[in-house]
Nanobody
């Protein structure tokens, strides 16, 4: 499956962004989806994941209460709504897909998008 992330940009602290990840090539609804992020000089870390039907989701502690992951299987798209953004949320955000279900483990994901940069200014 091919993944194309979009929606990143520059936002002030406290602001919001919605990231999108459009999938193509295979049956999107077969895949659990995840969002990860990688800040400059740091390892890629888990942000959120959602099951194939949208019924199960998990968040990193840093995202709980501020970020919401959702999906629209009819549009082959997964979203990450990010509210109350902080400068420490600055990173390249990646979407990823896997067939094994919701997981926080990045090595479990088979397909990755190219990333979209989110910059939060203070």
């Amino acid at each position: 499956v091919q993944l194309q992330a979009s929606g990143g940009g520059l936002v002030q602290a406290g602001g919001s962004l919605r990231l999108s990840c459009a999938a193509s090539g295979r049956t999107f609804s077969n895949y659990a989806m995840g969002w990860f992020r990688q800040a400059l000089g740091k390892e890629r870390e888990f942000v959120a994941t959602i099951s194939w039907n949208g019924g199960t989701w998990f968040y990193a502690d840093s995202a709980k209460g501020r970020f919401t992951i959702s999906r629209d299987n009819a549009k082959n798209t997964v979203y990450l709504q990010m509210n109350s953004l902080k400068p420490e949320d600055t990173a390249v955000y990646y979407c990823a897909a896997n067939l094994d279900g919701t997981t926080t483990v990045k090595s479990a994901y088979d397909y990755w998008g190219q990333g979209t940069l989110v910059t939060v200014s203070s």
